[in-house]
């Protein structure tokens, strides 16, 4: 496996607590760590992402002063074998969805394309749009007026 060329790096505040979300939810393994550095670099498919606990006085990539939640205006979509299992995994920890699950087409030319998605909140906020392709069909035309 070789890195991807975008690579998200988020800032967390309790390693330990990312990974049980990112890992024991969602699906990421742990490509490799630096548990020195409160770092981990995760995999899944062809999926990756980086998380780093905020270290005050250590080097870091923070712009501004960090409140919660974190990750305001943006949700990393990712496919996902199993979006049930996924759901399933929240429900039995406790983890409520900032989304519900649903089946949603979005227009793409002249063809519209398909997933199963549900959006759920990480430990510091970040949303992830956990989604399973449907497929593409022919453009729906809007009902008649």
Same mark, same amino acid.
Request: net charge negative.
């Given at each position: ?6 690579? @998200?790096? /988020?800032?967390?505040?309790? !390693?330990?607590? &990312? ?15 630096? @548990?020195?550095?409160?770092? %981990?670099?995760? &995999? /899944? ?5 980086? $998380?780093?606990?905020?270290?005050? #006085?250590?080097?870091? *990539?923070?712009?501004?002063? $960090?409140? +919660?939640? *974190?990750?305001?205006? !943006?949700? *990393?979509? /990712?496919?996902?074998?199993? =979006?049930?299992? !996924? ?5 039995? +920890?406790?983890?409520? /969805? ?19 998605? !549900?959006?759920? %909140?990480?430990?510091? #906020?970040?949303? =992830?749009?956990?989604?399973?392709? $449907? ?9 008649? &007026?």
């Amino acid at each position: 496996m070789g890195f991807s060329a975008l690579v @998200p790096e /988020l800032v967390v505040t309790d !390693i330990n607590a &990312s990974l049980q979300f990112w890992c024991g939810v969602v699906g990421f393994s742990v490509w490799y760590d630096r @548990p020195e550095e409160h770092f %981990a670099y995760l &995999s /899944l498919g062809e999926a990756q992402i980086m $998380l780093e606990q905020h270290c005050p #006085g250590d080097r870091s *990539f923070v712009n501004g002063a $960090l409140a +919660q939640p *974190f990750g305001r205006g !943006i949700n *990393f979509q /990712l496919a996902v074998p199993s =979006v049930d299992e !996924i759901a399933d995994r929240c429900a039995r +920890q406790g983890i409520a /969805l900032f989304w519900p699950m649903e089946e949603r087409w979005y227009r793409q030319g002249n063809h519209e394309v398909g997933q199963r998605q !549900i959006i759920v %909140a990480d430990p510091d #906020g970040y949303l =992830v749009r956990c989604m399973q392709p $449907l497929g593409t069909r022919s453009k729906r035309l809007p009902a008649p &007026s």
